[in-house]
């Protein structure tokens, strides 16, 4: 003969959802799995009267006392106290028909309909893969010192810190865009099309995942005509090297006055072309463009280019860095950039 614990729930009904463990009864018999002894069945049915107690605070507790015999059921399982709760977990919270559910034994929580037990793989969203997960991620293809970095995980840490959940971010090819036709309303490249060997491929494509009612806006500088104060032959030098090395690698750095032909050529339709200027002539802004140009000129891919391509020396590009160091300082120091741009549909 099994001993069993018998414990009392008595199921609150109407005004709040709460199931309500009342009490404990220790029973011996094996009759108390199946069907609870009248002693039980007399304290399950007890109420608390009005303030009685922390469980009966305000109005008091009636529980599952008005139960009918249907209602009144010994549970050995998660499935058995789902069924006496009213048979479906969705809906069981705001069932307010009365119950005394008596549980004989403990019951797990975390099984299935046959009582299995459940793991964390039960558990996990059908979209989460953890083998896609540990190859990512394996210290032996990611390291272990280094944290996660990159464009991309700047740009997520740039938009997580300004609260904008609804930007993706993703790396692409601007001549091959991982997006079908017509993807998106708006396709914008912001000084893009000056680094590039074919600008109007790339506007092409760009027309082409953008929505027939939607916008492709480009804008890029234009380097030839580009104008500065005070003169400063060095300065000059340096345009000169910067275009030649553009050049070099097939760009064009005259950009903005050619945005509209290569609008044109792409085929768009509705082309508005305007210009812009940027003009860095404060403190601040001589120190951000001239210490720029000052470092860039001396340890970028330019560098190396220029010296490559014959188009300069390195004493001539320590004294252009020098140039942009001078023309930093001075309180009279004026730097214009043009700007084409260029607003369009596919
Ligand atoms: C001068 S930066 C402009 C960056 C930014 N749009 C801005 O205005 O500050 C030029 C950008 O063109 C990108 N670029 C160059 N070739 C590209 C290509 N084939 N597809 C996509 N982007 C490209 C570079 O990665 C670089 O970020």
């Not at 006392?65 to 969705?90: C, K, P, Q």
């Not at 046959?114 to 969203?125: E, G, H, K, S």
């Not at 998106?184 to 027309?207: N, S, T």
Request: proline letters at 5%.
């Amino acid at each position: 003969m099994r001993q069993s614990r018998l414990w009392t729930a008595a199921v609150t009904v109407a005004a709040t959802t709460t199931l309500v463990v009342s009490g404990v009864i220790l029973a011996t018999s094996a009759e108390a799995d199946n069907q609870p002894s009248k002693a039980a069945l007399a304290i399950a049915r007890q109420t608390l009267a009005p303030n009685d107690g922390w469980a009966s605070s305000g109005t008091g507790t009636t529980g599952g006392s008005a139960a009918d015999d249907a209602h009144i059921s010994v549970v050995h399982d998660r499935a058995e106290l789902v069924a006496a709760l009213g048979g479906n977990n969705a809906t069981n919270g705001s069932n307010a028909t009365p119950k005394i559910i008596f549980v004989s034994g403990g019951i797990q929580g975390n099984v299935d309909d046959a009582d299995t037990p459940l793991t964390c793989a039960d558990y996990a969203d059908p979209a989460y893969s953890f083998d896609a997960f540990l190859a990512t991620y394996d210290p032996a293809v990611w390291g272990r010192a280094t944290k996660p970095s990159g464009p991309l995980e700047d740009a997520r840490a740039h938009a997580a810190a300004a609260g904008v959940p609804n930007v993706t971010f993703a790396l692409g090819d601007v001549y091959a865009l991982d997006y079908p036709d017509g993807a998106f309303d708006i396709v914008h490249a912001h000084q893009v099309l000056q680094h590039l060997g074919d600008p109007v491929a790339a506007l092409r494509e760009m027309l082409r995942v953008c929505a027939p009612d939607g916008v492709v806006a480009a804008r890029d500088a234009d380097y030839a005509a580009m104008t500065w104060y005070p003169a400063d032959p060095r300065l000059d030098r340096w345009l000169t090297v910067y275009r030649a090395v553009a050049h070099g690698n097939g760009a064009e750095p005259d950009a903005g006055r050619r945005m509209l032909a290569w609008a044109n050529a792409a085929g768009a339709a509705e082309v508005t072309a305007s210009a812009s200027v940027w003009c860095y002539a404060t403190p601040e802004e001589r120190a951000w463009w001239g210490g720029m140009w000052a470092d860039r000129i001396l340890t970028s891919a330019i560098t190396a280019q220029a010296i490559e391509g014959d188009h300069s020396d390195e004493a001539e590009l320590q004294a252009i860095s020098a140039a942009w160091r001078s023309w930093s300082a001075q309180d009279d120091g004026w730097f214009a950039i043009m700007h084409g741009e260029v607003l369009c549909r596919p």
